[in-house]
């Protein structure tokens, strides 16, 4: 897979970058976000480098949104949330920050932040407790 110049998501797809993987397949990975804005908060990326929604092949988009929906009932029986926020951001304007195309999963809890990003880096033994969790409901659910 080609790399883009400095993108992060280009080094961990290729594996130069760490990342708490959850789940992968031909056409994407999936990782915890390094800053989460909740536990659980889930990274959905195409292996295929492209910065947004408009530079995007059909056939990584689709895989992506199977693979969300999956990782979303992963979720659900992982963690419990209260509900699951799924957002996509296309450009600096719409609050984007890392220009590879990805799909954010994000559980949610009846009276948290609602904000998309969190402050803070979690602590690497924490994303990997989580990531773990994540990947055996995903197992259960093959
Ligand atoms: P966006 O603003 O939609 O572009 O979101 C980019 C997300 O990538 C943010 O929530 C960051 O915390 C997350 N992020 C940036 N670098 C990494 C990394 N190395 N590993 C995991 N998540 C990252
Ligand atoms: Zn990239």
């Known amino acids: 897979m080609a790399l883009i ?3 992060i998501f280009c080094k961990i797809v290729a594996g130069l970058a760490p990342a708490h993987r959850v789940h992968e397949d031909d056409l ?3 990782f915890l976000d390094i800053k989460p804005a909740s536990r659980g908060h889930v990274l959905v990326v195409p292996k295929r480098h492209f910065a947004d929604v408009f530079g995007a092949d059909e056939e990584s988009l689709l895989r992506v949104m199977a693979n969300s929906r ?12 209260d509900g699951l926020a799924v957002h996509q951001l296309n450009g600096a304007a719409a609050g984007q920050s890392v220009f590879h195309y990805h799909v954010h999963l ?3 809890r009846i009276g948290d932040s609602s904000g998309l990003h969190g402050r803070a880096l979690m ?6 407790e989580t990531a773990a969790r994540i990947a055996a409901a995903l197992r259960k659910s093959d």
């Open 106 to 108: 994000i559980p949610r």
């Open 123 to 128: 602590p690497a033994s924490e994303l990997a």
């Open 5 to 7: 110049g400095d993108c």
């Open 28 to 30: 994407t990975v999936s």
């Open 70 to 81: 999956r990782i979303a009932h992963a979720l659900k029986g992982a963690l419990a949330p």
